[in-house]
C-alpha cells in the first residue's frame, strides 16, 4: 500500500499538499543529517567494537527513511534537467578512516540477487559502501538546503531504489553477521569449555 502525504482536495487543497511535502521532506533531511553526522562521529572512534553496534544502529534508522521512501508515489523533479547542487563533499577521509577502523570486518560478500538463476556472490567493502550512501544522501541534502524540496525527494528516492538502499541493506546484514557471530560464536565456545570441564570431572571418578 502506497503511504502518502497528499491532503484531501479542497479549499486550500494545493497548499495544504505542498505543506505536506515540505513536512515529509523535513522528516527525511533531519534523519539524512543525523546518519551522516553519527558516521562521521563513529569514523573518529577509536573503539571498533562500539563502531559495530553503533552503525548497526544508524544504518538501520537511515533504511528507515528509505522505506518510507520507497512507498511513496513517484516525485517528480521541479525541472527538467537536475540542477546543480554543488560539489560533492570529499568523503575519501571518511572511507579511509572507516577501513581502518573495520579493518578485521570491513571486506564481506553477500548473494546479490537472491532470485538470479543461479544467485551471485559479489564481494564488498563496509568502508566503501558506507561512503557511497553518505555521498548519495548528502547530494539529497543540499538540494533539501537550496530550497528544491521536490528535487530532493526525488533524488532521495530514485537514489534509494537505485543505489544506497541496496548498499545500506547489504551492510546492514554483514553488521549483523559480525553481531551475531560475536554473540552466538563466544556461547557456542562457552558451551564447549563447560562440556569439556564436564568431561574431565568425570574422567576424575
Do not use: C, K, N
Not at 12 to 38: K, R
Not at 73 to 90: M, R
Request: aromatic share 8%; net charge negative; proline share 4%.
Amino acid at each position: 500500500m502506497v503511504e502518502s502525504v497528499d491532503v484531501a482536495a479542497g479549499d486550500g487543497g494545493q497548499s495544504a499538499e505542498l505543506s505536506g511535502l515540505a513536512d515529509f521532506a523535513q522528516t527525511i533531511a533531519d534523519q539524512v543529517e543525523s546518519f551522516l553526522l553519527a558516521v562521521r562521529e563513529i569514523a573518529a572512534d577509536d573503539d571498533a567494537g562500539r563502531a559495530i553496534s553503533l552503525l548497526l544502529l544508524e544504518v538501520s534508522q537511515i533504511l528507515l527513511a528509505g522505506g518510507r521512501l520507497g512507498v511513496q508515489e513517484d516525485f517528480q523533479p521541479a525541472e527538467e534537467y537536475e540542477p546543480d547542487p554543488g560539489p560533492d563533499p570529499d568523503l575519501d577521509r571518511l572511507r579511509l578512516r572507516l577501513a581502518v577502523l573495520l579493518e578485521s570486518v570491513d571486506a564481506y560478500t553477500e548473494v546479490f540477487d537472491p532470485y538470479a538463476d543461479p544467485p551471485e556472490l559479489v564481494s564488498g567493502l563496509l568502508s566503501d559502501d558506507l561512503a557511497s550512501i553518505a555521498s548519495a544522501l548528502a547530494h539529497g541534502l543540499r538540494h533539501f538546503r537550496a530550497g528544491r524540496i521536490a528535487e530532493a525527494l526525488w533524488w532521495w528516492q530514485f537514489s534509494y531504489v537505485s543505489s544506497w538502499g541496496p548498499e545500506a541493506s547489504s551492510v546492514l546484514r554483514a553488521l549483523q553477521s559480525i553481531v551475531t557471530h560475536d554473540r552466538l560464536d563466544a556461547e557456542f565456545a562457552s558451551e564447549a569449555d563447560q562440556v569439556e570441564a564436564a568431561a574431565q570431572m568425570l574422567g576424575s571418578d
